[in-house]
Nanobody
Framework: QVQLVESGGGVVQPGGSLKLSCKAS????????MAWYRRTPGNERELIAR????????FHADSVQGRFVISRDNARNMMFLQLNKVKPEDTAKYYC???????????????WGQGTQVTVSS
């Protein structure tokens, strides 16, 4: 059974940093491109970062480029998102999932984790 568990969220001041973690079980992430998404109330879940199965290629959305960094540890079956220089507009619930294809934003698994809330506030 596929399970994705996000953690590491919290309240952070503008300009601060936070590191999110994604623990996968029921499948091996080494076989998949992986991605981080986020969603704000009333909006669709959007892909903000993705990484190829071997970590060789990465993509970060313009909104987070230069501030967020995606990484992965295939041996631990985990993925991470380092958030730096956060802004109030980064406030959202963050989710992880595998991808059907590295160049796609389509999630591989229909079931999502609970997500982890990031709130940027002074």
């Amino acid at each position: 059974q596929v399970q994705l568990v996000e953690s590491g969220g919290g309240v952070v001041q503008p300009g601060g940093s936070l590191k999110l973690s994604c623990k996968a079980s029921g499948f091996s992430i080494k076989n998949f491109a992986m991605a981080w998404y986020r969603r704000t109330p009333g909006n669709e879940r959007e892909l903000i970062a993705r990484m190829a199965f071997d970590g060789g290629d990465t993509f970060h959305a313009d909104s987070v480029q230069g501030r967020f960094v995606i990484s992965r540890d295939n041996a631990r079956n985990m993925m991470f998102l380092q958030l730096n220089k956060v802004k109030p507009e980064d406030t959202a619930k963050y989710y992880c999932n595998a991808l059907t294809d590295y160049h796609s934003s389509v999630p591989r698994f229909p079931s999502w984790g609970q997500g982890t809330q990031v709130t940027v506030s002074s």
